[in-house]
């Protein structure tokens, strides 16, 4: 895939994986990358060395995936956009890959909402906003 000049969204890009996406990003030749992270797990600090490059910008107005006029909002423009977000946490209370079933099982609204929901609302509103 060629990003040289392209515009990209990385969701969760505060997280733990996220941030190295956009660690890596950055040393490629891509226009402008645009972290959106609702931080109830990412930090700024993941981010430090990242945003010293004037290409690194996290969306403002919000970043919460489940708040798809954000979401809308943040997806215009953008080429490529990339999820690392879905399942990271629910309802405040973190959990891995591993655990998504537990959750699923003891509360599973929170688990649904994670595994179904979140994703969802990436897919369909970049699909809507011609972001691959
Ligand atoms: N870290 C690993 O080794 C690993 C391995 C396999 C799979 N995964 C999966 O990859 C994904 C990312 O993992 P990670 O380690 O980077 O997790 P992480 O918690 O460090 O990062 C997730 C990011 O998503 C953000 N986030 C959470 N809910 C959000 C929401 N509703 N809207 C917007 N942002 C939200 C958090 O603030 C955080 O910055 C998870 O789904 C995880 O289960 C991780």
Redesign the pocket.
């Known amino acids: 895939m060629d990003l040289r000049g392209r515009r990209v969204l990385v969701?969760?890009g505060?997280?733990?994986?996220?941030s190295h996406v956009v660690e890596q990003l950055v040393r490629e030749d891509v226009g402008e990358i645009i972290v959106?992270?609702?931080?109830?797990?990412?930090t700024v600090k993941n981010l430090e060395t990242a945003l010293r490059d004037p290409r690194v910008k996290i969306f403002e107005l919000g970043?919460?995936?489940?708040h798809t006029d954000l979401l809308d909002t943040a997806m215009k423009g953008v080429d490529w956009y990339l999820n690392?977000?879905?399942?990271?946490?629910t309802g405040g209370e973190?959990f891995?890959?591993t655990s998504t079933t537990t959750v699923s099982e003891t509360r599973p609204f929170s688990g649904f909402v994670a595994s179904t929901i979140?994703p969802w609302n990436v897919t369909s509103h970049g699909t809507t906003c011609g972001a691959g």
């Open positions: 969701i969760g505060a997280g733990f994986i996220g959106y992270d609702d931080f109830t797990r990412g970043g919460n995936i489940l690392t977000a879905a399942g990271a946490q973190a891995s890959t979140r």
